[in-house]
Nanobody, 130 residues
Framework: QVQLVESGGGLVQAGGSLRLSCVASDLTFGTYTMGWFRQAPGKERAFVAAINWSFGSTYYADSVKGRFTISRDNAKNTVLLQMNSLKPEDTAFYYC???????????????????????WGQGTQVTVSS
């Protein structure tokens, strides 16, 4: 069974940086997509970034382009989210997600939707102070 474990959340001042990590188990076969979503209290779960595990294709929400970078460490089965120039509106509970499909295939845009992902981590809190 796939297991996802996030780490790296915390409290940071506006303009600062954090790096989130998600360690995935049992994702060594097939084509996979790894994604990051975030959810603030009273808000819908929103797409942040995604990466194709096999080919490294990346996708970003407009709100984080130029500030966040998603990357992979294949040897450690880990996906990273480097978050720079953090803003108070980035405050949310961040979730790592995975699916056994190339969600970017055929320009479908499926990576954007939380419902596309089968596996989810427990999340980690990111708080950005003003």
């Amino acid at each position: 069974q796939v297991q996802l474990v996030e780490s790296g959340g915390g409290l940071v001042q506006a303009g600062g940086s954090l790096r989130l990590s998600c360690v995935a188990s049992d994702l060594t076969f097939g084509t996979y997509t790894m994604g990051w979503f975030r959810q603030a209290p009273g808000k819908e779960r929103a797409f942040v970034a995604a990466i194709n595990w096999s080919f490294g294709s990346t996708y970003y929400a407009d709100s984080v382009k130029g500030r966040f970078t998603i990357s992979r460490d294949n040897a450690k089965n880990t996906v990273l989210l480097q978050m720079n120039s953090l803003k108070p509106e980035d405050t949310a509970f961040y979730y790592c997600a995975a699916d056994r499909h190339n969600l970017g295939g055929g320009n479908s845009g499926r990576y954007y939707y939380a419902t596309s992902y089968t596996y989810w981590g427990q999340g980690t809190q990111v708080t950005v102070s003003s």
